[in-house]
Nanobody
Framework: QVRLGESGGGLVQAGGSLRLSCAASGRTPIMAWFRQAPGKEREFVASTRWMAGTTYYADSVKGRFTISRDSAKNTVYLQMNSLKPEDTAVYYC????????????????WGQGTQVTVSS
């Protein structure tokens, strides 16, 4: 069992930045961030691998968001820059084993989510 705890969400103006953190009680090969806006399905944002550090991003955030990990702290981060109103959502941290990183169904553990609101 892996427990995940997100923090760092909040209200920010368009063009601003936020950094989300996800503290994990254990490890799985893949760590990812997803988000879910009201009335929409949960969507993939970014993923990373603990060992290799390789990353993968959704096209909608490429060039603006950066996922990273701190192995000593068992923590994964999501640095979000140039935020847009359409980035408004609850952001979830996820942990799993499958290489199909962009599908929510492939993740075994989820955090409780943190709200990110971007005002125009």
């Amino acid at each position: 069992q892996v427990r995940l705890g997100e923090s760092g969400g909040g209200l920010v103006q368009a063009g601003g930045s936020l950094r989300l953190s996800c503290a994990a009680s254990g490890r799985t090969p893949i760590m990812a961030w997803f988000r879910q806006a009201p009335g929409k399905e949960r969507e993939f944002v970014a993923s990373t691998r603990w060992m290799a550090g390789t990353t993968y991003y959704a096209d909608s955030v490429k060039g603006r968001f950066t996922i990273s990990r701190d192995s000593a702290k068992n923590t994964v981060y999501l640095q979000m820059n140039s935020l847009k109103p359409e980035d408004t959502a609850v952001y979830y941290c996820a942990a799993g084993y499958s290489s199909r990183v962009d599908e929510a169904v492939n993740y075994d553990y989820w955090g409780q989510g943190t709200q990110v609101t971007v005002s125009s």
